[in-house]
T-cell receptor
Framework: DAGVIQSPRHEVTEMGQEVTLRCKPI?????LFWYRQTMMRGLELLIY????????DSGMPEDRFSAKMPNASFSTLKIQPSEPRDSAVYFC????????????FGPGTRLLVL | AQSVTQLDSHVSVSEGTPVLLRCNYS??????LFWYVQHPNKGLQLLLK??????LVKGINGFEAEFKKSETSFHLTKPSAHMSDAAEYFC????????????FGKGTKLSVKP
């Protein structure tokens, strides 16, 4: 299996622009997680889907952030409009069934908002 | 509130000496406990997990951790450090079932000196 796939790997954009991050989970996994990692705040869970349904989005920072999972093999995290403080590494992870199972992480998307 | 505390932000050891990375958690329910490792510019990788079976858990690369309920601890150990062990290590606690509530520690950066 190719593992969790994220794209793009790097993104540089200007403040105010829309940013879309993409994730393809491991085939057969029914749980998907989006995380943000910064030096200041460490690793934070943003949102968690189970069977394509958002279960816990309490970590989503504000309305500028939105996440979708239209099917079992694809998810997006969108930031609109982006701000410099959104600069971080965004990780996607998937697991077979919920947060108590082993999560497999993608390589991350490094976002820089100028 | 549930929490997980990694007691050291940075640990430095010499190659060939033992490694001890400390983790304590708050205890309301029976948690699942994990240790993940993150090498530079990479995603997180599972080292080991505890899910209420044996209290001594063996993981990959010679790491192990012991669940001590009386001390609410889940410290990570390795008898002999290798240069390739230099990375950041995260202790993670999961409470509850499908509703999530995954809590990451702040991370411990392990340095290994030749």
């Amino acid at each position: 299996d190719a593992g969790v796939i994220q794209s793009p790997r790097h993104e540089v954009t200007e403040m105010g622009q829309e940013v879309t991050l993409r994730c393809k989970p491991i085939s057969g996994h029914n749980s998907l997680f989006w995380y943000r990692q910064t030096m200041m705040r460490g690793l934070e869970l943003l949102i968690y889907f189970n069977n394509n349904v958002p279960i816990d989005d309490s970590g989503m920072p504000e309305d500028r952030f939105s996440a979708k999972m239209p099917n079992a093999s694809f998810s997006t995290l969108k930031i609109q409009p982006s701000e410099p403080r959104d600069s971080a590494v965004y990780f996607c992870a998937s697991s077979f069934s919920g947060p108590r199972e082993t999560q497999y992480f993608g390589p991350g998307t490094r976002l820089l908002v100028l | 509130a549930q929490s997980v505390t990694q007691l050291d932000s940075h640990v430095s050891v010499s190659e060939g000496t033992p490694v001890l990375l400390r983790c304590n958690y708050s205890s309301s329910y029976s948690p699942s406990l994990f240790w993940y490792v993150q090498h530079p510019n990479k995603g997180l990788q599972l080292l080991l997990k505890y899910t209420s079976a044996a209290t001594l858990v063996k993981g990959i690369n010679g790491f192990e951790a012991e669940f001590k309920k009386s001390e609410t601890s889940f410290h990570l150990t390795k008898p002999s450090a290798h240069m390739s062990d230099a990375a950041e290590y995260f202790c993670v606690v999961s409470y509850g079932g499908s509703q999530g509530n995954l809590i990451f520690g702040k991370g411990t950066k392990l340095s290994v000196k030749p």
